[in-house]
């Protein structure tokens, strides 16, 4: 499996954002972002692992600004990390105003994918060529990332598994919520 630079899986997807796209307030909804997201994940990480890839998960997805109907929107997705079979696709939404040319920046994401076999089963794609200061950057950073994930994931479990109900009128007193029981 030969490696691979990260500039041969770099991918743009445009599209224009048309009325139905659009929630009540006439923005367009999050979730159709979010779709269109996971598609450029998926054809950047699937051109740099040459077979099928699915989403494991999607960090830090923030809607720094809203998307008028109208606007084109283009995702920019590169490959960031590789690990064994997961690779970070990191993506960057741009909207643009095609009357006044204004273009702004809607959002940033991180899509963790994982590459698939023909039998289903997790397989190894190439290793990320870096080709320059920026995609060092991007891959040591992912790497922290995902250092703190894995401790931030540690942390939760061991948060869930250790919630004390008898001690919830200490833990919640100044919160906005009304217990309506007597814990134990």
Excluded: W
């Excluded at 997201?37 to 051109?47: E, H, N, T």
């Excluded at 089963?121 to 991007?138: C, G, M, S």
């Excluded at 992912?142 to 004390?164: F, P």
């Amino acid at each position: 499996m030969e490696p691979r630079p990260v500039s041969h899986s770099k991918t743009t997807i445009t599209e224009l954002m048309i009325p139905s796209y659009a929630n009540f307030g006439g923005k367009i909804h999050g979730g159709i972002l979010l779709s269109m997201m996971d598609k450029v994940a998926y054809a950047c990480a699937s051109k740099h692992s040459g077979t099928y890839c699915v989403t494991v998960s999607v960090d830090k997805v923030e809607f720094l600004q809203p998307v008028e109907v109208g606007e084109l929107v283009a995702l920019k997705a590169s490959v960031n990390y590789v690990g064994r079979s997961s690779l970070i696709v990191g993506i960057r939404v741009e909207s643009e105003n095609v009357k006044t040319g204004v273009i702004k920046h809607t959002n940033s994401s991180y899509f963790t994918m994982v590459a698939k076999g023909d039998d289903n089963k997790p397989q190894q794609v190439p290793e990320l060529i870096l080709e320059n200061e920026e995609d060092v950057k991007r891959f040591i950073e992912a790497m922290r990332v995902r250092e703190i994930k894995e401790k931030v994931r540690e942390e939760m479990d061991d948060a869930r598994s250790t919630i004390e109900v008898a001690n919830a009128n200490n833990l919640l007193k100044g919160e906005r919520c009304i217990i309506k029981f007597q814990p134990n």
